[in-house]
């Protein structure tokens, strides 16, 4: 058996194919392009949908989409999404993919398949109680517990991105303030960047923690300030749940365990002792391919 799996993010969208084994036969992406409103992202989903199954067949058994917004998952409706994707509260893309193309469509919030695909297929392989966070565009985050996400009274749980970090702190595109991914995300870390540096240049995470490890004072200092700021935010999620594993996926998350140790040295002086013991924090390593195969672990 083979699905269609699509992955939207405040930036990118993934998309390929995922056989039933959770092998990834095919990867592709392009941008969101969020800002040009959501009849045009609903257009772009479906052109996908189309491309993908010209390119591959039509013999498939369902499409599986990950998308950034809180997501009532047995609706597949867009309860609420920040405006990273404007206008994309509210839309029905269960109903609308459903209607367009005769295969099941599952639909969940990215970060919620993200942990259902590390679940299935990455880090978190035979874990069924931990905590996700994606470190993005925004910061999403997921809650599994026995082995399924924790959806709270009405599928919106796990917006870890929207703690409160610094009160009164900067304006986040959710309509408040000082909220985590403002300061934590890999948009912080190059927005950050790109002020305390001062370069006209067009900075992103891998060329940062580059120059960090490549032992540049004032990119040392970025990332130890934004590691900073991850730590305090999972200084609350610790004290909350006392987890024995958080898996740490986004774009950074290429940076191995050097991203997690960093992490750990600012949360080890942040938390009681006593929550340290069992803790373990890791990075994702499904990559990219995550929210596409906890869309379909979803759909199966
Ligand atoms: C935001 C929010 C979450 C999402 C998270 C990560 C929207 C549109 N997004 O906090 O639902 O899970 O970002 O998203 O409401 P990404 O864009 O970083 O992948
Ligand atoms: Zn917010």
């Not at 699905?3 to 036969?25: F, P, Q, S």
């Not at 309509?175 to 985590?180: K, L």
């Not at 120059?211 to 730590?231: F, H, L, M, P, S």
Request: glycine share 12%; proline share 2%.
């Amino acid at each position: 058996m083979k699905y269609l799996a699509v992955d939207i993010g405040g930036t990118g969208i993934k998309y390929g194919i995922v056989e039933d084994n959770g092998n990834v036969l095919a990867l592709y992406n392009m941008d969101t392009e969020a800002s040009k409103g959501a009849n045009c992202l609903i257009e772009k989903v479906k052109d996908i949908i189309r491309f993908l199954l010209k390119e591959h067949g039509e013999d498939i058994d369902g499409i599986g989409i990950s998308t950034a917004g809180q997501v009532d998952r047995v609706a597949g409706e867009i309860i609420f999404a920040t405006d990273a994707i404007p206008g994309w509260t509210g839309v029905k893309l269960k109903e609308i993919i459903e209607k367009e193309f005769s295969y099941p469509c599952y639909v969940d919030n990215d970060v919620n398949c993200a942990a259902l695909g590390e679940m299935w297929a990455g880090a978190a392989k035979g874990e069924k109680n931990f905590l996700c966070l994606t470190l993005g565009t925004g910061i999403g985050g997921a809650i599994v517990l026995n082995g399924d996400v924790f959806t709270g009274s009405s599928y919106s749980a796990g917006e870890f991105g929207h703690m409160n970090l610094y009160p009164n702190g900067m304006e986040c595109n959710c309509g408040h303030r000082g909220c985590y991914e403002r300061y934590a995300s890999t948009s912080a870390l190059v927005k950050f960047a790109q002020e305390k540096a001062g370069t006209i240049e067009k900075l992103n995470g891998k060329i940062i923690f580059e120059r960090a490890n490549n032992g540049e004072k004032i990119y040392k200092d970025i990332v130890n300030q934004w590691t900073y700021n991850v730590a305090l935010g999972l200084k609350s999620l610790v004290h909350i749940f006392n987890p024995s594993l958080i898996i740490i996926g986004g774009g950074v998350s290429a940076q191995g365990n050097l991203i997690t140790d960093l992490i750990k040295e600012h949360l080890n002086n942040m938390i009681m002792p006593s929550f340290n013991k069992n803790l373990m924090l890791k990075v994702a390593s499904c990559g990219n391919k995550a929210g596409m195969l906890g869309a379909v672990y979803g759909l199966k």
